[in-house]
């Protein structure tokens, strides 16, 4: 999709106000002055980075292998830099970056739908027929603020299932769908100079402006923000934080040649920005049959990716301020199906989580020698949840009004996994 400035009107609302990048949707409105603040106590985190794995990947294959159980399958562990942790040998960059991260083998779950589990683990909240929750980045940003010039949030290849919900739609995310080439929805289309954008900008604000002088509408009031704020995030200084090919050669290879690699390498220039919450969405992981090359395939892009994401937010002094989390809406099961595959699986599964005040080279739960039940520390999705809002120090029981004027907690129940701290 190109963007407004080369554009026509249609591609420009849908640049401003639809649902993928183009979609500022997230911006409608803005927080005008408002920059990075700190959490409402002594917290580490300032930023977010979800490295979501779209279909659930396998813990037994990735994290929390089984070697020569009946449910175990071909990978290999291989040892990390934290003596005792032992990871899928073909994740051995991520492995080294183990004193930086910490695993929780024991998250789990009561819902197998990929739907409405991928919501569930966006929001801490279960689907409602009557409540649009927000995605929990945009918990952060109503909290937390963000940069006057660009998005609170955003997302890289693929539409989350929740948005600002009942926040402010300022605090949603900003989608760019193409995760093997975002930088084009930002970048001026050619021909487009900045002059001529801003010539383009005032004859649209002199259409408008009659219009929107006549009309007390919320919704027009709202585009109307929207057209501004996707103005200024275009005409920022910033806006180069979007554009990989900046970073040299060495930095690049680093990340990988990959779609994944560059969406990593977008997310650590958005938070170097200010930019408060990035979301990277990676992958089928819905390995019904085929389960093992298909992770090796997947492994192979995600290895490089992540461990330079961690290593270099590590060596620029950000992961300290950085929560980084790494997870899909559930397992797989232990069991290896007739199609060379394995099927969803709630009881237990893994997420991996590192910076923003998490300690590294932990491991908390345990599961038994086949994977199927937890035998030390169940974790639940609240406790996972109310463990992202520590980092940041956000009261999760703080209440919001719903569409409905419904007070809600930002999160019900749940405790901080206190042993990564």
């Not at 779609?259 to 089928?284: H, I, T, Y």
Request: hydrophobic residues 40%.
């Amino acid at each position: 999709m190109r963007v407004a400035c080369g554009c026509t009107r249609r591609e420009f609302v849908r640049l401003t106000l639809g649902t993928s990048v183009g979609a500022l949707a997230g911006l409608a409105g803005g927080l005008p002055g408002v920059g990075l603040q700190e959490g409402t106590r002594a917290s580490r985190a300032r930023r977010l980075v979800l490295l979501w794995m779209a279909g659930a990947p396998s813990q037994l294959d990735t994290f929390d292998l089984k070697p020569g159980a009946p449910t175990g399958g071909p990978f290999r562990e291989i040892e990390t830099a934290v003596p005792g942790i032992r990871i899928c040998e073909h994740l051995p960059q991520v492995a080294q970056e183990m004193r930086r991260l910490s695993l929780v083998r024991t998250v789990h779950s009561s819902d197998p739908n990929h739907e409405t589990a991928t919501y569930f683990l966006h929001t801490g909240y279960r689907k409602a027929p009557d409540t649009m929750h927000p995605h929990f980045a945009s918990v952060l940003v109503k909290e937390l603020g963000s940069a006057a010039d660009l998005p609170g949030c955003v997302a890289i290849g693929g539409n989350p299932p929740a948005g600002s919900g009942y926040l402010a739609p300022e605090t949603g995310p900003v989608v760019f769908d193409k995760l093997s080439d975002p930088t084009e929805d930002v970048m001026l289309a050619k021909g487009i100079t900045p002059e001529r954008l801003e010539e383009r900008w005032k004859l649209l604000r002199e259409f408008e402006g009659p219009f929107l002088g006549s009309h007390d509408d919320a919704a027009l009031e709202a585009r109307s923000r929207a057209y501004e704020r996707a103005y200024r995030v275009l005409t920022s200084r910033r806006v180069k934080a979007f554009d990989v090919q900046e970073e040299p050669e060495k930095v690049r290879r680093r990340y990988g040649d990959t779609p994944l690699g560059r969406a990593c390498l977008m997310a650590r220039r958005l938070l170097e920005a200010e930019v408060r919450c990035v979301e990277v969405m990676f992958g089928d992981w819905d390995t019904h049959a085929d389960n093992f090359n298909g992770h090796r395939k997947l492994m192979a892009d995600l290895d490089p990716a992540c461990a330079a994401l961690v290593g270099e937010l590590a060596e620029r002094g950000l992961l300290d301020e950085t929560l980084v989390v790494w997870m899909g809406e559930f397992g797989r099961t232990p069991a290896v199906n007739g199609a060379e595959g394995r099927d969803h699986f709630t009881r237990a599964w893994t997420v991996m989580l590192g910076g923003g005040g998490v300690a590294g080279g932990r491991v908390v739960g345990r599961t038994d020698e086949t994977g199927r039940e937890i035998l030390e520390r169940p974790v639940s999705v609240a406790d996972l949840f109310a463990t992202v809002y520590s980092c940041f120090g956000i009261d999760a029981r703080k209440e919001h009004l719903t569409q409905a004027k419904r007070p809600l907690k930002i999160l019900e129940g749940g405790e901080p996994v206190r042993e990564l701290f």
